[in-house]
């Protein structure tokens, strides 16, 4: 069964940092990319960085230039975003999604979700 959990949530002050992971099972990151995504109460959601299944990453978010990092552990079937000087403006639910090879910025080109993790930057 394909599979996505996301995990790292939680409440940060503003500068601070937070890594938040996305576990895949039942399927290979050899030929899934995986992208983060993150909506805020009232937005669309919005795509955040992606990591294509030969290992590029793609930022789609200008605002997150700097802060934000995308990596991968292939053999554990993990990704993580890293993010660093965490703003207010970054508040929003993460969602790790899966589709063949190559990155999208579009959501509607994912095809497999996984619930969400809250990230709420607040001092």
């Known amino acids: 069964q394909v599979q996505l959990v996301e995990s790292g949530g939680g409440l940060v002050h503003p500068g601070g940092s937070l890594r938040l992971s996305c576990a895949a099972s039942g399927f290979s990151l050899d030929y899934f990319a995986i992208g983060w995504f993150r909506q805020a109460p009232g937005k669309e959601r919005e795509g955040v960085l992606c990591?294509?299944?030969?290992?590029?990453?793609?930022k789609y978010a200008d605002s997150v230039k700097g802060r934000f990092t995308i990596s991968r552990d292939k053999a554990k079937k993990m990704v993580y975003l890293q993010m660093n000087s965490l703003e207010p403006e970054d508040t929003a639910v993460y969602y790790c999604?899966?589709?063949?090879?190559?990155?999208?910025?579009?959501?509607?080109?994912?095809?497999?979700w996984g619930q969400g993790t809250q990230v709420t930057v607040s001092s």
């Open positions: 999604a899966t589709r063949p090879y190559s990155c999208s910025r579009y959501a509607y080109e994912y095809s497999v």
């Open positions: 990591i294509s299944s030969s290992n590029i990453n793609t």
